[in-house]
């Protein structure tokens, strides 16, 4: 089980602007409505604030974001200041998805979001933005919800019995005299709000002692299926919650317009850091100079979401007059990595950025680059940069160490005046390993017509999100936009038969294998320069390309640390019928599936639950399919085992 760590943030003491929600589900679960509650007296005033269609249950970030969870397991996040809604993603643990989700929660000293899910009677912390969940603690859920009081315990609500159970301590307990409790927050003053089923006004229940109040307060509405989440948003403008840049990566400072260094005072990089002073003062700000740059660190990811998600600040004492020939211009450029820089848009003065516009999900440094096109002494004046939605953590994807190794079949294009690629750009085996990601020959063109098929050295396991990164070499490292250089990327099973998964370019270089169709794995990839898309000379480029979640080992995969469940097929090859064995680790729902190699379901042999260490025995007549390999995939809680079978006419 995970630590919990204390809080006090609901005393009246520490709460500057508590705010309560409710979401009301309606029984054909359907135009889902999300409200802000106002108590005054014994009444509460609902105002909608968003419909969200679907079945969901909600907790509130310290940042006053609103998380809403899809209750098959998937979760966006709503913003009240922006009237703004993320994506929804869905929510995995070591690859499975997790679902039926009808209790969550915020811890309110962190911001962690606690997911409940019956399917697995398990509680998840999951990072909302991606979906990452890690395991907290294995505990029965049937529904209700889950609420911090104010000594920081978290408690988990029965609905069924409407027992009260505290999971920081593993001991208290109490039940009330509430049927059906959906929804459970906790006041400002410490007291827990409940929302049940069928009534229209919400109850008061004293925490430490389980008693219902005798004060209720009318709702207006009648609850159905609802949820509550509750916080206190610090809405002290004197206590900055904003992100801005907050590190110099690098500065290179140009010169002036008539060729003399910049002034000492404009020439402080660290001006350029923290909330921007936002007003014309000398030496509250940096100046780039002619030509001149600077690269900045923000605190944490900068997430694109609706919208554009960056603010930069300029100072200029004539006021923000662009277009009257004294114009303070600068080139843009972002990046995830520290390392590759995507363009995203070229501003004048105070200027908004989307990252959308770079082609990124989320950005961790931004550089300003002053046009030479600006007119006035000094260049572009960096007064600060905002991250408009504010930071959240840097998504931890740990790609494995397998890469394209095998080079398959290499068609070589010509460049777009028809005349040969150049020698230099020619060796496919350059694509194999990992990729170098530098300004240097060590790639392999393709040209247009041109196409190059990789194998890797296991099956790529088509996992939650995106599975494979083509790494794309442009000089400079340009966006999308600016050097257009596109490929269509197939992904096969076989070798034989490929499928399109997407269309790439450097700066949106990621795959996921779901687009191509329901693959577990793949074990090669094609990529074929797109030539509609594409308009440089030479067309795409491949460095590498990168399995971001390892590989397997084909057969007898186990996705553990250690191998604990497996699969045997004999006899192998076969005219048909073959039995098949297995045994799991642990006592759980086991499921045998047959694959084709195209990753379409053949057959489920076997779904019930299995003991741990006993030996399975099963028998699978293949003789109505055709010839060919056939996968056998074990599914037990959180191992997966995988064996081919081999049909033989």
Not at 515 to 540: H, K, L, M, Q, S
Request: proline share 4%; net charge negative; aromatic share 8%.
């Amino acid at each position: 089980m995970g630590s919990l760590s204390s809080s006090s943030l609901f005393s009246q003491e520490a709460c500057n602007d508590f705010q309560l929600y409710y979401i009301n589900i309606p029984t054909d679960f359907t135009q889902t409505t999300l409200y802000s509650v106002e108590i005054n007296g014994n009444d509460a005033t609902l105002t909608p604030e968003l419909v969200v269609g679907s079945a969901a249950h909600i907790g509130l970030s310290p940042e006053g974001l609103v998380y809403i969870v899809a209750a098959m397991g998937k979760v966006s996040v709503y913003d009240p200041t922006q009237n703004t809604v993320s994506e929804e993603v869905e929510i995995f643990y070591n690859g499975v998805r997790v679902e039926n989700t009808p209790s969550i929660v915020v811890d309110p000293s962190n911001g962690d979001l606690y997911v409940a899910s019956t399917s697995d009677n398990a509680i998840y912390i999951v990072e909302p933005l991606t979906g990452d969940a890690t395991l907290f603690t294995e505990t029965t859920v049937t529904g209700g919800d889950m609420v911090f009081t104010n000594d920081g315990s978290l408690w988990i609500i029965n609905r069924i019995d409407d027992t009260f159970r505290n999971l920081s301590d593993g001991v208290s307990t109490f039940s009330v005299s509430l049927p059906n409790i959906n929804g459970v927050a906790t006041l400002a003053d410490g007291t827990l709000i409940v929302s049940n089923d069928g009534s229209t006004s919400f109850n008061l229940i004293d925490p430490t002692s389980g008693e219902v109040l005798a004060t209720t307060i009318s709702a207006g509405i009648t609850f159905r299926n609802g949820d509550l989440a509750s916080g206190c948003v610090d809405s002290d403008p004197g206590i900055e919650t904003d992100c801005f840049a907050s590190e110099v990566v690098e500065f290179n400072q140009g010169l002036q317009t008539n060729g003399q260094p910049v002034a000492l005072d404009r020439s402080d990089e660290n001006q350029a850091l923290g909330e921007p002073d936002r007003i014309n003062a000398a030496g509250g700000f940096v100046s780039l100079g002619v030509g001149g740059s600077i690269t900045l660190q923000f605190e944490g990811a900068v997430f694109n979401l609706p919208g554009n998600d960056i603010k930069v600040y300029e100072t200029s004492f004539s006021g923000n007059n662009c277009g009257f020939g004294d114009d303070e211009s600068a080139d843009i450029e972002l990046s995830s990595d520290g390392v590759t820089f995507f363009y995203a848009a070229t501003i004048c003065r105070d200027g908004e950025v989307d990252i959308a516009a770079a082609g990124l999900n989320y950005v961790t440094q931004i550089r300003i680059t002053s046009t030479v096109g600006t007119s006035t002494l000094d260049g572009y004046d960096v007064d600060g940069v905002e991250a408009i939605n504010g930071c959240g953590s840097i998504p931890g994807i740990e790609t494995g160490d397998c890469y394209a190794s095998e080079m398959v079949e290499y068609v070589q294009g010509i460049k777009s005046n028809g005349s040969p690629i150049d020698l230099i750009r020619t060796n496919p085996l350059e694509a194999l390993g990992e990729p170098e990601r530098t300004d240097e020959f060590v790639f392999v063109t393709l040209g247009y017509e041109g196409s190059l098929t990789l194998g890797f050295n296991g099956g790529v396991p088509n996992e939650a999100g995106d599975d494979i990164e083509v790494v794309e070499t442009s000089f400079g490292s340009p966006g999308c936009a600016a050097y257009r250089e596109y490929a269509d990327i197939y992904v096969s099973v076989d070798g034989l038969t490929f499928y399109f998964a997407s269309t790439i370019c450097k700066a949106n270089r990621f795959v996921d294998i779901s687009d191509a169709g329901a693959f577990d794995f793949i074990n090669y990839v094609r990529i074929v320069n797109n030539d509609e898309e594409t308009t440089t000379p030479d067309a795409f480029d491949v460095d590498g390309v990168v399995a971001i979640h390892n590989c397997m080992e084909m057969p007898g995969l186990v996705i553990s640390n250690e191998q604990l469940s497996e699969v045997q097929v004999a006899p192998n090859p076969t005219v048909g019928p073959t039995n098949i064995s297995f045994h799991v680790a642990a006592e759980a729902l086991t499921t045998l599936e047959v694959y084709n190699m195209n990753g379409v379901l053949v057959e489920t042999i076997f779904h019930q639950n299995a003991h741990g260490n006993q030996e399975y025995r099963v028998e699978f007549d293949g003789s109505n399919l055709p010839h060919g390999l056939y996968i056998v995939k074990l599914t037990s809680k959180n191992e997966v085992a995988i064996n081919r079978v081999m049909i033989h006419r």
